[in-house]
């Protein structure tokens, strides 16, 4: 059985524009003023705000004389807009350093989890900022990124981890975190004690191979309470990991931004 057709992410996800005027909404209180600073007209603006809002299906912003105040949705939707914006920006770093190359390649490698659930909504933002950058994505674990940047074989390169790789400069972008998740009908979907780490150390888990982030950040966290934990399966993705979890093969420690979609229809239990 294959899941559902989804629309592609383009007719899915507001445009850069979009995202960049709810910001200055949220920083201004008021959508006029956010407007002049974008160099747009209110009445555009507004426009531009209802089909984000149409689109999303949630109301972001509520106006009134006195100005525009951001609904909690409007709250959530701006953290992720800042986080979009924010790789936009930092794909145009790299593209503006490449400006010299004639063939305008950016060569981007990344990790599976941000290649699979992050780079696509990026991919959308750089199209609208550099439509002349052709881009190529090599995806791999953190250690592979990290290697075939220290190669010369990738210009840019998207990690999860602890730290910057060895050898190489890097900037925080974004922050996910590790969640512990099980099938519906596997006994701790129903404990109601919190689950210790020295508990889960001792667990046989479906884990990520070693040289990916999440496995580096899952071994870190349980050094300290009893090593790292055994593994039931070792797998070489985080879709992988995720739907041998789903389909009731054992507990495992994944991206929590892998696994929202799961979690919200109770396919896993976290």
Request: hydrophobic share 50%.
């Amino acid at each position: 059985m294959t899941d559902a057709w989804r629309a592609p992410l383009a007719h899915r996800v507001p445009d850069l524009g979009a995202l960049e005027l709810l910001l200055a909404v949220a920083r201004l209180g008021s959508l006029g003023r956010a407007a002049r600073e974008l160099g747009i007209t209110q009445p555009a603006a507004s426009g531009r705000l209802r089909g984000m809002e149409t689109l999303l299906g949630v109301a972001l912003v509520e106006r009134s004389p006195r100005g525009s105040r951001l609904t909690d949705a409007g709250v959530l939707v701006t953290d992720w807009a800042r986080r979009i914006v924010e790789a936009a920006e930092a794909f145009d770093a790299g593209a503006q350093a490449l400006r010299t190359r004639r063939d305008s390649r950016l060569r981007v490698a990344a990790s599976m989890t941000i290649a699979e659930y992050l780079l696509p909504g990026w991919l959308i933002a750089l199209r609208a900022l550099r439509p002349d950058t052709a881009v190529s994505l090599s995806a791999g674990n953190s250690a592979a990124v990290a290697g075939r940047l220290r190669e010369g074989e990738a210009d840019l390169g998207f990690v999860e981890g602890l730290e910057v790789p060895a050898g190489l400069d890097g900037a925080v972008i974004g922050q996910d975190r590790l969640v512990v998740v099980v099938a519906p009908g596997h006994p701790w979907a129903r404990r109601r004690a919190p689950l210790s780490a020295s508990e889960l150390a001792a667990t046989p888990l479906i884990l990520r191979e070693r040289g990916s982030g999440t496995r580096q950040v899952l071994d870190a966290a349980l050094a300290a309470h009893g090593g790292a934990a055994p593994s039931l399966l070792e797998l070489a993705s985080t879709t992988a990991a995720k739907g041998a979890a789903v389909s009731g093969a054992g507990p495992s420690v994944l991206s929590e931004l892998a696994v929202g979609e799961e979690l919200g229809v109770r396919r896993l239990v976290s």
